[in-house]
């Protein structure tokens, strides 16, 4: 068992965890001070009889620190969240040379779609394969979602990528895997009552590796 | 002497010729009401409980016979082995008897109702036959949501959020009319806040008494009123969005429908649009009453009260503002994920500056714990960890992997239970004497606080680990999954805590039902305590006050040093202390 994030298998898991580190950090002090400040009070200002507390209703300098501060952290947080917010998600995002795997979710399995030797999805040498996602490692992978009956989440945690499947929609999402191995795709939505088994494998192959499997489906699905 | 003893003569002196129905049942009077609201919403947070039990028993033991799971029937648990159908009914329901018939009526049914009239110095609510239908209706609603347990096919399937279109299509969640009760429970529920919240709002605007200024309402009744304004905007957009979903279930409609020209995200938008500022609803009000019950546990007054005022304001405008960060992984535009990241991001610098201002109030105080400032005290503790777990999933890129995963479950746990549920154990222990003329034992009540402390903790913050490894919520059976294998031990130790924590709960409900008959005799102001309430016989006497009160001073005037007492309440008059003004209204 792990206590900490899984394997960084995408190009951009290393940020996501670095941010997730630097929130840790950040709220881990807040966190500290908070609750040290907790306990100190609470044994050094303990009630004793015959005495009485600090009159006092305020001070505005001490309230404009505690203010200001979190004010200043949150929005600097919010900035660099986006900036990875637009390189991870952002409609203009994808790479434009990104290889298109086409996912269809329904209750309760995944269909993978793959191009071909074509590279296109949509054309007649698309080949499909269930519960089995089979991509290259570094290269730019986007896979375009929908949904035939609920919403569906695509959640690959070493990938560090989610994104909801959602009937009447088409949502592409990119990604590079940079770690080959096996690995595992779930439903993160509540989708029914069998959502807990929506489950695929995750094959990162290196790119001969890659070739050689789409080779042989492709011509598997031909015949 | 003091304030109490000139208030004396007023006690006892209203004759009270109601019938039982009238005085018990169809009651008119607000602390009634009020009370009415406290057993109801006690018996549902019980049920929720019960519920949670199952489903940790589910994920600590999967497909284990549960102890006691033979008297389910074999639709839900064959040989007291829950099946997948039933897991999803039990996550759906306990967030459902969790969200809107526990945490939110005892915040504000029982406590809105309790406490304004008696902290403004008001007879009762402005509109008392409304309020009555405000708890009837409610009550109509609960008894539908309880009802939709024992239907074929049992209850709703779709999560506590409904989310469409599993929730409007019963041949893609296999549930039954369990599913429309949902819906109808909802438009009550929401009946019901909308009337409350109506009278809290007039209530409060028009029946202070004299010298009851704007900033000299308790912490509490400015929280009240804040809620009440979000539940007045919020709790119409629920029933309507509710009301939408009926349709589709029984009219065939397609509102959610994409194949019909409808939009899936549709309802997304209209339940976080309530589904936000609900989340505050949730919580304000346990804020007001902590403020309350730390100034009076540190006999100080409260450390910025201005401030406090403006956070309460602050939250309850932004809580409008944030409800696409729910949804930053539903294909919503990006760029608006973004938008909402800014204003969820913005939201912790007014629940940062009430921390502060209680930690500022405990400074230099001189502290008393008894068991409510325990609970408050334990409320600020567990609450910053559930403000500063929401900074995780507020910064959308870290939000991808922990979305829909226990980390999320860890951080609505800190809030609801480390936040509103420790709110509420403080606000029942300190206004029970005033409710019930009685004391809720001392004793058992911080053995209940100490052992409540511990293991909710050992339950849910294991949860933020599992999170991030991945694991998602409301998945029946986890070791389906490779990657999540390893972490079954975690999973049973949760569980095992989970029922140590249920089990300390039992400490809690027997200390409240017991003191009911042996508890003891409270004394006047059993806390030394500055708020109205006090200056009555406990409990109240219908009306409240022959001749209403005059207010001198603000709520938190303790260790003034105008007295030899460290509390100083609003109605007692210093020689130096003028007559105010007359009533805002005459409404009495």
């Known amino acids: 068992m792990s206590w900490w994030l899984p394997l960084q298998g995408s190009t951009f898991a290393p940020q996501i965890d670095g941010l997730f580190l630097a929130i840790l950090i950040i709220t881990g002090v807040a966190f500290v001070i908070v609750e040290t400040g907790l306990i100190w009070f609470v044994f050094k200002y303990r009630g004793r009889p015959g005495r009485k507390g600090h009159y006092t209703h305020g001070n505005a300098k001490a309230e404009v620190v505690w203010t200001a501060i979190p004010a200043v952290t949150v929005v600097a947080l919010g900035l660099v969240s986006n900036h990875y917010w637009k390189e991870i998600k952002g409609r203009d995002s994808i790479p434009a040379d990104a290889y298109p795997i086409g996912i269809h979710a329904k209750q309760f399995e995944w269909q993978v779609t793959y191009p071909g030797p074509d590279g296109q999805l949509g054309t007649a040498d698309d080949f499909t394969v269930r519960n089995q996602l089979h991509v290259p490692v570094g290269r730019n992978i986007v896979v375009v979602l929908t949904s035939e009956d609920v919403i569906h989440s695509f959640w690959v945690p070493v990938l560090r990528l989610k994104q909801d499947a959602v009937p009447g929609l088409t949502i592409r999402a990119w990604f590079q895997a940079t770690v080959p191995g096996q690995y595992e795709l779930g439903c993160a939505e509540l989708c029914g009552m069998g959502h807990y088994r929506m489950r695929a494998r995750v094959f990162v192959h290196t790119a001969a590796e890659y070739d050689a499997w789409a080779h042989q489906q492709a011509q598997g699905g031909a015949s | ?588």
């Open chain 2, 1 to 588: 002497m003091s304030g109490i003893a000139a208030a004396a003569p007023a006690v006892h002196a209203h004759h009270d010729d109601r019938s039982f129905i009238r005085k018990y049942i169809f009651s008119t009077d607000h602390k009634i009401i009020g009370i009415q609201f406290l057993f109801v919403s006690l018996f549902f947070l019980f049920l929720g409980g019960l519920l949670a039990m199952q489903i940790r028993w589910q994920l600590g033991y999967p497909g284990r016979p549960m102890p006691g799971g033979g008297i389910l029937p074999e639709t839900m648990a064959p040989g007291g082995v829950i099946l997948p159908e039933y897991y999803i009914q039990l996550v759906t329901m306990h967030g459902t008897f969790m969200v809107f018939f526990a945490i939110m009526p005892l915040l504000v049914g029982v406590f809105a109702n309790y406490l304004i009239p008696l902290k403004i110095g008001a007879h009762d609510m402005a509109f008392p036959r409304i309020n009555m239908w405000s708890f009837w209706s409610a009550f109509a609603g609960g008894l539908v949501m309880f009802a939709s347990l024992f239907v074929p096919e049992g209850a709703a399937r779709a999560g506590w959020t409904m989310y469409a279109p599993l929730s409007a299509r019963h041949d893609l969640s296999g549930a039954g009319v369990g599913q429309e009760l949902w819906s109808i429970s909802i438009v009550l529920l929401g009946l019901s806040s909308i009337l409350g919240s109506l009278n809290y709002i007039t209530t409060i605007i028009n029946n202070r008494t004299p010298g009851m200024t704007w900033f000299r309402l308790p912490l509490s009744v400015w929280a009240l009123f804040i809620t009440a304004i979000l539940g007045l905007l919020a709790l119409p957009v629920l029933s309507g969005a509710a009301i939408m979903l009926l349709f589709e279930q029984i009219l065939g409609t397609h509102f959610f429908d994409p194949a019909a020209g409808g939009q899936v995200l549709l309802w997304q938008h209209l339940f976080w649009f309530f589904g936000h500022p609900e989340v505050y609803i949730l919580i304000l009000p346990g804020m007001g009453m902590v403020s309350d019950i730390v100034a009076n546990g540190s006999r100080k007054p409260i450390f910025g009260y201005h401030s406090m005022v403006f956070a309460l304001v602050g939250i309850g405008f932004l809580g409008w503002i944030v409800w696409g960060h729910h949804m930053f992984m539903s294909g919503m535009n990006p760029t608006l994920g973004s938008t909402f990241m800014v204003t969820t991001m913005v939201i912790a610098v007014p629940s940062a500056i009430k921390v502060f201002n209680w930690m500022g109030t405990m400074w230099r105080g001189n502290l008393r714990f008894h068991v409510p400032m325990l609970n408050a005290i334990g409320f600020v503790a567990m609450f910053v960890i559930g403000g500063l777990s929401g900074v995780f999933m507020a910064a959308t890129p870290v939000d991808m992997p922990i979305h829909d995963t226990y980390f999320i479950v860890a951080h609505i746990h800190y809030v609801l239970f480390g936040g509103s549920l420790f709110a509420l154990f403080g606000a029942i222990t300190f206004w029970y004497p005033n409710m019930f003329g009685r004391m809720m034992n001392e004793r058992w009540g911080k053995i209940h606080f100490w052992l409540t402390l511990l293991f909710f903790n050992l339950t849910f913050f294991p949860m933020h680990i599992l999170g991030m490894g991945g694991h998602m919520r409301r998945i029946y059976d986890p070791t389906q999954y490779d990657f999540l294998k390893p972490y079954q031990p975690m999973n049973t130790f949760i569980t095992l805590s989970a029922f140590a924590l249920f089990a300390s709960q039992l400490i809690f409900a027997l200390n409240f039902l017991l003191s009911l008959k042996w508890g003891k005799k409270a004394p006047l102001n059993p806390w030394e305590d500055n708020g109205l309430e006090w200056t009555l016989a406990t409990p109240p006497p219908h009306g409240n006050w022959d001749r209403p009160p005059t207010v001198y001073r603000g709520p938190y005037e303790y260790s003034a040093p105008q007295v030899a007492e460290d509390y100083l309440p609003q109605s007692r008059k210093l020689p130096t202390d003028r007559e105010p003004a007359a009533a805002p209204v005459a409404g009495h």
